[in-house]
């Protein structure tokens, strides 16, 4: 591409690093950006700089935070004995959006991935025995994705809690609500038969 | 949506503003910054703030440029007697990449657009017909969009230049290199039989 200056390559060039932004898209970002005010880009631009100067964890769970702590472990209708393992805060918000849990959160910050040589002390396995240890802990949800690098996880993890007094439980697998027995694969098909469940004609999601 | 803190969903906010970015894509932008070097996410947030402070516009054409006026105004390699008409910057970069154009150029900056509430003194309509009296330029050619407004605005600046002593072309309308006859729409296969040009067989693109 002849772009007509250095400041339009230079815009285009930065923000097709973007996932999924090529550089087509890109120019169509500058253009826009060029019809905007000053203000406005600035305003823009500054909320991506805060995002790496503003951003912290909560040192309790490693969730996104503004304080020290987050809103989910300061807040007193949470039941703190209760602790779901995550992988990202993407997975507190997408629970949080069910509204179906009123525990707190461990964010691991990645999953165990020898290909990626990522192993189990490069992530906050630790930091979730050291909660577990101190004895106020009675639940622990493992919530990490069904493939092989979750499935790890959480057996690297269960195995590490099995002699301490806490329960392990897992969040189920099987067939979406309403979605069509024909179209699931066979190993959620087959694992939603193996951890069937009592049938109770008044359940609901 | 429950950001996890003010700063993310500030940044979602503000990046969801880019055109045909949800709430959805921002967020996965914003992620991809929080992973990022704080110096890259600088880098980024500079390049895009530069575009309103650096960007200047071509004395002579109007076209985005780093100098007063821009490379292909200063190039001594195009034909400075031959000028061809287009709406944004963006047309240049269109007809560049053709290769086939040496002439130079005149950006309008729009279009002439009643229902917008654009008319002719809003766009850089005064400037080509200055341009024109200066006695430097033998050929104005038309290359606007073939919609109602720029044919609007075509037919105004053909208007506008009748009567002085230079050539008025426009770019040909016609089936596309390479496109099907039956999937053509019958106005522009109406104008390429009206505008039919003498064969040639060697003729190429």
């Known amino acids: 591409m002849n772009y007509p200056s250095e400041t339009i390559a230079n815009a285009v060039e930065?923000?097709?690093?973007?996932?999924?932004?090529?550089?087509?898209?890109?120019?169509?970002?500058?253009?826009?950006?060029?019809?905007?005010?000053p203000e406005d880009v600035k305003r823009m631009s500054e909320a991506m700089n805060r995002l790496k100067t503003d951003v912290k964890y909560c040192e309790v769970c490693g969730?996104?935070?503004?304080?020290?702590?987050?809103?989910?472990?300061?807040?007193p209708r949470r039941d703190a004995s209760v602790v779901c393992v995550v992988r990202d805060f993407q997975d507190i918000m997408a629970i949080e959006n069910t509204g179906q849990y009123s525990g707190v959160?461990?964010?691991?910050?990645?999953?165990?991935?020898?290909?990626?040589g990522i192993g189990p002390d490069e992530i906050r396995i630790a930091e979730l025995i050291e909660r577990v240890d101190k004895g106020?802990?009675?639940?622990?949800?493992?919530?990490?994705?069904?493939?092989?690098?979750?499935?790890?996880?959480?057996?690297?993890?269960?195995?590490?809690?099995?002699?301490?007094?806490?329960?392990?439980?897992?969040i189920a697998r099987g067939i979406s609500v309403g979605?069509?027995?024909?179209?699931?694969?066979?190993?959620?098909?087959?694992?939603?038969?193996m951890q069937r469940i009592p049938y109770r004609s008044d359940s609901e999601f």
Do not use: W
């Open 179 to 193: 979605g069509e027995l024909e179209y699931a694969d066979e190993i959620t098909l087959g694992r939603s038969i």
């Open 14 to 37: 930065q923000l097709s690093r973007f996932p999924g932004v090529g550089k087509k898209t890109a120019l169509r970002l500058v253009l826009y950006l060029l019809r905007q005010n």
């Open 105 to 116: 959160y461990h964010v691991l910050g990645g999953v165990i991935s020898p290909l990626e």
């Open 136 to 170: 106020e802990i009675s639940e622990v949800l493992l919530a990490l994705s069904a493939n092989m690098e979750g499935d790890t996880t959480s057996f690297y993890i269960a195995r590490k809690l099995e002699t301490k007094p806490v329960k392990i439980s897992a």
């Open 63 to 75: 969730n996104i935070s503004d304080q020290p702590k987050c809103r989910i472990c300061l807040s």
